[in-house]
């Protein structure tokens, strides 16, 4: 255990020591928006090694969404749950810890493959939640259809599986046929996951965990020395509003660029004809 008496109180001490092959430290079973990239960075410094995250597969890894699709199917079939580790241990390769969006979905399973694991639940006010996915990465926009310029630039810009494997995950944790422009469905959800958490993993091994907590709960739960800095505070919200912003531009380009091109074809063939 860490001897300090503030989160924010700081010890010189090295960190563990571990390589980047290896099975999970850290599960993160907090939705996205509760402060996961925080943890994230906090994980990657204590462990010194880097952690599975959402923004993870979209810079490195597009093509893990098809491997998460494949992983939901597996769990889906199975009578008991268990699922064919092998593809874990193809995702998390290079990866000793794992939080956020996709793999907070699949928690049970990855206990089980990761016996020695301990749980992370990152937790935070469920209004601030709401507005905050709201605001960024579930807006009530998200529940129609998208259009097929759209989907096309989701598929270019985050992978072409991305838009099923979020569908499936958001289903695998908020529920099947979830209404996501329903608020108190989305906080009924969020609400009921928390305590399925609870309920599921032990309680010697689990962390209900709010990161303005700082380091002290969380390094005592790893039993890992305070790192001698800040605990990290990250807050992507300006960034994430950016990139829908960027995305939402795109798609308004193809769908001018389409029709344009669409217009100036018809024009040429009557050209031609007449």
Same mark, same amino acid.
Request: proline share 5%; with cysteine; glycine share 6%.
């Given at each position: 255990?860490?001897?300090?008496?503030?989160?924010?109180? /700081?010890?010189? +001490?090295?960190?563990?020591?571990?390589?980047? *092959?290896?099975?999970?430290?850290?599960?993160?079973?907090?939705?996205? %928006?509760?402060?996961?990239?925080?943890?994230?960075? =906090?994980?990657?410094?204590?462990?010194?090694?880097?952690?599975?995250? /959402?923004?993870?597969?979209?810079?490195?890894? @597009?093509? #893990?969404?098809?491997?998460?699709?494949?992983? #939901?199917?597996?769990?889906?079939?199975?009578k008991d749950g268990k699922i064919d580790p092998r593809l874990f241990y193809e995702i998390f390769t290079g990866y000793r810890c794992t939080v956020d969006f996709p793999s907070c979905?699949?928690?049970?399973?990855?206990?089980?493959?990761?016996?020695? +694991?301990?749980?992370?639940?990152?937790? %935070?006010? @469920?209004?601030?939640?709401?507005?905050?996915? *709201?605001?960024?990465?579930?807006? %009530?926009? #998200?529940?129609?259809?998208?259009?097929? =310029?759209?989907?096309?630039?989701?598929?270019?810009?985050?992978?072409?599986?991305?838009?099923?494997? *979020?569908?499936?995950?958001?289903?695998?944790?908020?529920?099947?046929?979830?209404?996501?422009?329903? #608020?108190?469905?989305?906080? =009924?959800?969020?609400?009921?996951?928390?305590?399925?958490?609870? %309920?599921?993993?032990? +309680?010697?091994?689990?962390? $209900?965990?709010?990161?303005?907590?700082?380091?002290?709960?969380?390094?005592?739960?790893?039993?890992?020395? $305070?790192?001698?800095?800040?605990?990290?505070?990250?807050?992507?919200?300006?960034?994430?509003?950016?990139? /829908?912003?960027?995305?939402?531009?795109?798609?308004?380009? $193809?769908?001018?660029? $389409?029709?344009?091109?669409?217009?100036?074809?018809?024009?040429?063939?009557?050209?031609?004809?007449?």
């Amino acid at each position: 255990m860490v001897n300090s008496t503030s989160g924010d109180n /700081m010890v010189n +001490a090295e960190q563990p020591r571990v390589g980047n *092959r290896g099975p999970l430290l850290v599960i993160g079973a907090g939705f996205g %928006r509760t402060g996961t990239k925080s943890l994230k960075i =906090a994980l990657e410094i204590i462990y010194g090694q880097p952690c599975y995250h /959402m923004f993870e597969l979209l810079m490195h890894h @597009k093509d #893990d969404s098809r491997k998460w699709i494949e992983v #939901d199917r597996l769990v889906s079939e199975s009578k008991d749950g268990k699922i064919d580790p092998r593809l874990f241990y193809e995702i998390f390769t290079g990866y000793r810890c794992t939080v956020d969006f996709p793999s907070c979905s699949y928690y049970p399973q990855l206990m089980q493959v990761y016996p020695d +694991a301990k749980v992370v639940l990152t937790v %935070r006010d @469920k209004h601030a939640w709401l507005q905050s996915v *709201r605001d960024t990465v579930l807006s %009530r926009n #998200d529940a129609q259809r998208p259009d097929w =310029a759209e989907r096309l630039v989701v598929s270019l810009l985050n992978g072409w599986h991305f838009t099923s494997m *979020r569908r499936i995950m958001l289903e695998r944790a908020l529920g099947q046929g979830i209404d996501i422009s329903n #608020d108190e469905a989305l906080l =009924a959800g969020y609400d009921h996951w928390i305590d399925q958490v609870k %309920r599921d993993v032990p +309680a010697d091994r689990l962390l $209900v965990f709010q990161v303005k907590e700082g380091w002290k709960p969380l390094c005592e739960f790893l039993n890992v020395p $305070v790192p001698n800095q800040p605990f990290p505070k990250v807050n992507e919200r300006a960034e994430l509003i950016k990139f /829908m912003a960027v995305q939402w531009k795109l798609t308004r380009l $193809v769908r001018w660029g $389409v029709r344009f091109l669409v217009g100036l074809t018809v024009a040429f063939v009557l050209y031609r004809l007449f």
